[in-house]
């Protein structure tokens, strides 16, 4: 990992200064690019996700050092306000850019010019030198900072989230591939930024191994979680209690976007083998998927539900909406296990949170998911996704019920090391480096 440069226990210029000639500048104000999803948006449903929180949490933290953020996403209800306050220092601006309603991630490509325009459109009203940088999230935002650093002057940092090259290599069964233009894309954007800030060393190694990126543009800065929100808080039978779930059970919860990628499927079958080698599982098994349907998933809305008939565990499976963060915190306290099977995760917020709650995470071990996850200490990494390993990992668990509170507290434990103050003081650092690099390349963009 050293050949990247770390932000968690590296020293950088201080949180809200970017250093210029040798002179230390306040910065001023970031324009951070969403276009896919809001982060208005609830997370869990539609495309809204991980990086909803990831961006909303950031750039509070941001703003609480000195740091103004404007967020501009794409408007996707009529009768928005063209900008809407977050938090203190952070604004929220909607760019009209295609239909708003009925738009596929697919589609966006094609309104990625209007959304420049609108994003130009803004910056224009506003005197020279208004933003300081920009931050784009994931491929789509990327090409709109890529031409937006370029047109002001001023450097790219950009976050992938995922990445196609490393999606298509671990492509889930029925899944689609990332299309060509998405490689092509992402390859474009990681030769143009100055910074690019990756979750884990090795998000950092994909990027130089996939698409040729400069070891020294990746830092690696993991992901914080509201340690406020997601604490064990008043313990799990209160939170049992709550959302109405029997005390004495053994709940795995599924929670995130109900798509391939994240392999729901893969909980479900594990509980029939459970339930096959030990009917008198039925009484004792609640397992409850609280999310929607996202991405390839929305082509058979119903097809968990129609799985879970077939396998013959309807009966114990509960089918939840996507809820808010402060609901979903009880759901990650009531649970006695969070069960992760996910093809490809950057990082795996949800993991985070869940042990932040205190919480044991069973997962798959497959990208960012071995950082957030202690395993055989805050829970249990699985090789692969048969659905009789994780059956096995289930097992455990019932049969030695302490592991639950056991693992649960040290995961709480290994939670703090990701607050998202350290984070964004971090990712102020990598802004700091990414001034320093544009300035190397490009002097007169700042004559």
Not at 91 to 104: F, K, M, N, Q, T
Not at 396 to 422: I, K, Y
Request: proline fraction near 7%; include cysteine; hydrophobic fraction near 45%.
């Amino acid at each position: 990992m050293s050949q990247y440069v770390s932000r968690i226990s590296g020293t950088f210029v201080g949180p809200s200064r970017l250093r210029i000639s040798g002179q230390a500048r306040k910065t001023r104000r970031i324009a951070m690019l969403s276009v896919h999803t809001s982060p208005l948006h609830q997370p869990g449903t539609g495309d809204a996700g991980g990086m909803n929180v990831y961006i909303v949490e950031l750039a509070k933290r941001l703003a609480a050092i000195d740091i103004e953020v404007e967020i501009f996403t794409r408007a996707t209800a009529g009768g928005l306000a063209p900008s809407v306050e977050l938090a203190p220092g952070v604004l929220v601006r909607h760019i009209d850019a295609g239909p708003y309603e009925g738009l596929a991630k697919e589609e966006l490509p094609a309104q990625l010019c209007a959304f420049t325009h609108g994003v130009m459109q803004a910056w224009a009203g506003q005197r020279p030198g208004y933003y300081d940088l920009v931050h784009s999230h994931y491929w789509l935002s990327g090409h709109v900072g890529w031409l937006a650093s370029e047109r002001w002057g001023v450097p790219l940092v950009h976050a992938m989230h995922t990445m196609a090259k490393v999606k298509n290599a671990a492509l889930a069964e029925g899944d689609r591939p990332e299309p060509a233009a998405r490689v092509i894309g992402e390859t474009q954007i990681v030769r143009a930024a100055d910074r690019l800030i990756a979750n884990t060393a090795e998000e950092a190694d994909a990027l130089v191994r996939f698409y040729d990126a400069e070891p020294a543009k990746a830092a690696v800065v993991h992901p914080g979680v509201n340690l406020e929100r997601f604490s064990p808080a008043d313990g799990r039978a209160a939170a049992r209690a709550r959302l109405g779930l029997p005390e004495d059970a053994f709940i795995p919860l599924f929670a995130g976007r109900i798509q391939p990628l994240k392999a729901p499927d893969v909980l479900l079958r594990a509980v029939a083998v459970l339930l096959d080698q030990d009917p008198s599982l039925r009484t004792k098994l609640v397992v409850p998927v609280v999310g929607g349907p996202s991405g390839s998933g929305l082509a058979k809305p119903e097809g968990l539900q129609k799985l879970a008939a077939r396998l013959g565990i309807a009966d114990v499976v509960q089918f939840r909406p996507p809820v808010g963060q402060v609901q979903l915190a009880d759901w990650f306290r009531a649970a006695s296990v969070l069960v992760m099977p996910s093809y490809s995760e950057s990082f795996g917020l949800v993991a985070i949170e869940a042990q932040a709650a205190g919480t044991p995470v069973v997962a798959a071990a497959v990208g960012g998911l071995p950082v957030a996850v202690r395993d055989g200490v805050t829970g249990v990494l699985v090789p692969g996704h048969e659905p009789e390993a994780y059956a096995r990992a289930l097992r455990n668990f019932l049969d030695h019920p302490e592991l639950v509170d056991h693992m649960g507290a040290a995961a709480s434990r290994h939670a703090q090391c990701f607050g998202w103050d350290t984070a964004a003081a971090a990712t102020a650092g990598v802004y700091a480096d990414a001034v320093q690099a544009h300035r190397g390349k490009s002097p007169a963009h700042h004559g």
